[in-house]
């Protein structure tokens, strides 16, 4: 069963912060984000482990809750860059493949 | 390091003509390989992924079929082509012990 992510999508002033919310109905061992311009194939970003971690890179930065099955994407005075669809891919124990949420379409505007 | 190559980048092929994608992994051995599939707007379904050398696991039936006859090599194959096959194929890859899965660049596939 695939990841929920909300919202689905998301308009935004560059400057402006963004919360993607990313959650499943069952224990993961890992989650994982991605960025996709269009028409391109889908770029990594980060990956969270169980263990309850957060990670950071620049102004993108996530974090992983596995008692909540939860992770969340926060980006922080967004870019013109930032602007695009992002996954979340979960993976849980026992598989091998990463399952993706439907992702939210991010639009970052001057 | 390792990259990953897919081709053809773009195709438009008419209904019940076959098809065939390839993906090759350079600079590892024994990755897992992955073909997820997305649709115009849509997110990626996993279509199969391998372990090994002719192990391949299906994820959802359809008219499309998998295979990996060398260690860095995989195969989306169709018989016959349907409308609803039309999207975008991606082909992905993990070292074994890694948990980090990278796409390659896609196939644009149009079914006319």
């Known amino acids: 069963q695939q990841p929920v992510q909300s919202p689905q999508a998301v308009i935004l002033r560059e400057g402006e912060d963004a919360v993607i919310n990313c959650s499943s109905s069952?224990?993961?061992?890992?989650v994982h984000w991605y960025r996709q311009k269009h028409g391109e194939a889908p770029i990594f970003l980060m990956i969270?482990?169980?263990?309850?971690e957060q990670k950071g890179h620049d102004k993108i930065s996530a974090s992983f809750n596995e008692k909540k099955q939860q992770s969340s994407l926060y980006l922080t005075a967004s870019q013109l860059s930032y602007s695009g669809t992002y996954f979340c891919g979960t993976l849980d124990t026992g598989r091998r493949a990463l399952t993706f949420g439907s992702g939210t379409r991010l639009q970052v505007q001057p | 390091s390792q990259t990953i190559h897919q081709w053809p980048a773009t195709l438009v092929q008419p209904v019940g003509s076959p098809l065939s994608l390839e993906c090759t992994v350079e600079?590892?051995?024994?990755?897992?390989l992955y073909w997820y599939r997305q649709a115009a707007g849509r997110g990626l379904q996993l279509l199969f992924y391998s372990v090994g050398i002719g192990q391949i696991s299906s994820e959802v039936p359809q008219n499309l079929s998998a295979s990996r006859p060398q260690d860095r090599q995989f195969i989306l194959s169709s018989k016959k082509l349907l409308l609803s096959d039309s999207g975008f194929y991606l082909c992905a890859w993990r070292v074994t012990s890694g948990n980090t899965i990278y796409f390659g660049e896609g196939s644009w596939l149009t079914v006319v």
């Open positions: 600079g590892t051995s024994n990755p897992n």
């Open positions: 969270l482990l169980k263990g309850g």
């Open positions: 069952k224990a993961l061992y890992s």
